[in-house]
């Protein structure tokens, strides 16, 4: 119902005057917000339930006042969490098959539909203001809600695909895709993964189950599984929704998919991979509200964070982030030049993919199929006239000349390689064949880094240091007499993880003299490792321990992700 008609309803049913409409008209109109919820800050109405009891009346459907009335929580979970969230609805109770349903729309026919297929039960929806359904929600359900209740509350007799040796048809698949189940269903797995943090989705077939695994935090957690008759129909839609051959299932294939969650837009990266048992799907979740992009929040350690922020302000030469895939080196990157990107500098990257856009910076996805490769991209910037050059990874000795030529004709070029730690990465450029005087003259800084989960500090608990402890460790007992560890023992904040959010370990190694000198005799991976400790360098163990004894990670994080 329109503000305006509503308005003029209340007027002339004599529950407000001409002017308190036209004062809260107002208002809307300078302010924004609903004409029911002003007319009640402006003191026109005393409560949002006599707005919601006249609507009810106009439209014959009844109001109701839940603040009232105690709901049943078995009533109330009917409705699976997503649902309810989404779209403001809440159970109220059940009469036989009927099921009454607390809504703030009522002209939402496909939620009413949606509820009625899920539950089974004949819908009769009641109104009710909007925050006090929103209250109610947040009181009877807890935040593990979602697929499983999606998945659970789905009628038996849907028959998506039939369960048998054969692969449906693509006229069969192209039918069944669009039924409003299947829809809701795979939007509630996408949701879900949104809603509660997760980077990537994993959808995996196997010979007679399949499995929804969420990444959190680096580790995969498994979700509700889903009944193994869906499986063929769910992957086609994943595959329409991201623009894919829904009828080629013999070959990997990629494309994205973009959502809108939270009034803010998500971008879904999809790739698709024939198993012998069915494609896996795995979608990378790109939200820009998880990506941190300030330096200062990465995890760095002052003197680390000061070298890497020298580095990046220099005017030429080139700076190198490695680790293997998942460590956060793009993250790294993004910062730096988000750092640097100001209108008087002339940015350029080379991406594969592009993962978040950036005003003011261009950025060039890679395309090896059609010759657009990371040397490619890179030979055309020269052409460009770029002041920073930033290419996504070194993955060959062409790409690895043309940016040390650029760093050395007066360009800053930021890139990546997978190796283990900084030093090692010297001799990987002399094994693209570069000379050892070229990679000394033209790199500054070389940085490591590894991502480590934080303990949770919701459940964080302090545990015993043991002899098995130090071993890992490699520590005495006089060297650990002041060392705390700490563990998480998993709570409903981290998803029962012990862990919640993570942190960088950085190794950064500037090329000092003594280091530049080292390189262009050919030193030893592990001499030069150790001047750079003299130097001033944390090894990724040493930053790892660091880490620890702040009681910022565990023991296991830091065995796990570092080396001695």
């Known amino acids: 119902m329109a503000a305006l008609e509503l308005g003029k309803m209340l007027v002339k049913s004599g529950k407000i005057t001409e002017d308190q409409l036209q004062q809260a008209l107002t208002v809307q109109k300078e302010s924004g917000g609903k004409l029911g919820e002003i007319l009640v800050k402006v003191g026109a109405v005393p409560d949002e339930n006599v707005i919601s009891e006249f609507i009810g009346k106009q439209l014959n459907i009844g109001a109701i006042r839940l603040t009232d009335i105690e709901l049943n929580p078995d009533i109330v979970k009917l409705i699976p969490d997503d649902i309810a969230r989404k779209f403001n609805v809440i159970a109220v109770s059940k009469l036989g098959k009927t099921l009454i349903v607390a809504i703030s729309d009522p002209n939402n026919i496909y939620v009413l539909d949606a509820i009625k297929f899920i539950t089974g039960c004949n819908i009769q929806p009641v109104i009710s203001p909007e925050n006090t359904i929103l209250k109610a929600i947040e009181e009877h359900y807890d935040d593990s809600g979602g697929l499983g209740e999606i998945i659970k509350g789905m ?34 797995i996408i949701a879900e993964a949104i809603r509660k943090g997760a980077s990537d989705i994993h959808f995996e077939c196997y010979e007679k189950r399949v499995r929804v695994r969420y990444r959190f935090d680096g580790a995969l957690t498994e979700s509700a599984p889903i009944p193994f008759k869906y499986r063929a129909a769910i992957i086609s839609r994943m595959k329409i929704m991201a623009d894919l051959d829904i009828s080629e299932r013999r070959l990997p294939q990629d494309g994205r998919i973009k959502v809108k969650l939270g009034g803010r837009a998500v971008d879904l990266r999809v790739s698709v991979l024939p198993t012998i048992f069915g494609e896996k799907v795995v979608m990378r ?25 020298r580095a990046i302000h220099l005017p030429f030469g080139m700076i190198l982030v490695t680790g293997p895939t998942g460590s956060g080196k793009t993250t790294t990157l993004y910062s730096a030049l988000k750092a640097l990107n100001t209108p008087d500098v002339n940015i350029m990257t080379a991406e594969d993919p592009v993962e978040f856009n950036f005003d003011g910076i261009n950025q060039v996805a890679v395309r090896s199929e059609i010759g657009l490769s990371f040397a490619a991209a890179l030979r055309s910037f020269l052409r460009q006239d770029p002041d920073i050059v930033m290419v996504g990874e070194i993955r060959d000795g062409e790409t690895a000349d043309i940016a040390i030529k650029a760093a050395l004709t007066g360009h800053l070029v930021f890139s990546t390689l997978h190796t283990n ?144």
Do not use: H, W
């Not at 979740?285 to 922020?309: C, H, Q, R, W, Y």
């Not at 940085?447 to 302090?462: L, P, Y």
């Not at 660091?546 to 570092?562: D, F, H, P, R, Y």
């Open 155 to 188: 009628s038996d007799e849907l028959e998506v695909i039939e369960d048998t040796e054969d692969d449906p048809s693509d006229q069969d698949l192209q039918s069944q895709v669009q039924d409003k189940p299947l829809v809701k269903l795979v939007d509630g």
């Open 285 to 309: 979740i790109l939200d820009p509200k998880s990506l941190m992009v300030d330096m200062t929040k990465l995890g760095f350690p002052e003197l680390a964070l000061k070298n890497f922020d």
């Open 421 to 564: 730690d900084a030093a090692s990465t010297i001799n990987r450029l002399i094994d693209m064949g570069i000379p050892g005087y070229l990679v000394a003259a033209s790199t500054k800084l070389i940085m490591a880094q590894r991502m480590i989960r934080k303990i949770c500090s919701f459940c964080k608990q302090e545990v015993p240091v043991t002899a098995n402890i130090l071993d890992a460790l490699q520590l005495t007992k006089e060297q650990a007499k002041d060392l705390k560890i700490f563990e998480g023992k998993g709570c409903g904040q981290c998803n029962n993880l012990g862990y919640s959010g993570r942190t960088g370990l950085f190794e950064v190694m500037p090329i000092s003299t003594e280091i530049e000198r080292m390189v262009v005799n050919g030193a030893a991976t592990s001499d030069i490792k150790d001047q750079g400790v003299k130097d001033g360098m944390l090894s990724l163990r040493m930053a790892g321990l660091e880490k620890l004894k702040l009681g910022i990670t565990s023991l296991e994080e830091v065995v796990a992700e570092t080396a001695v």
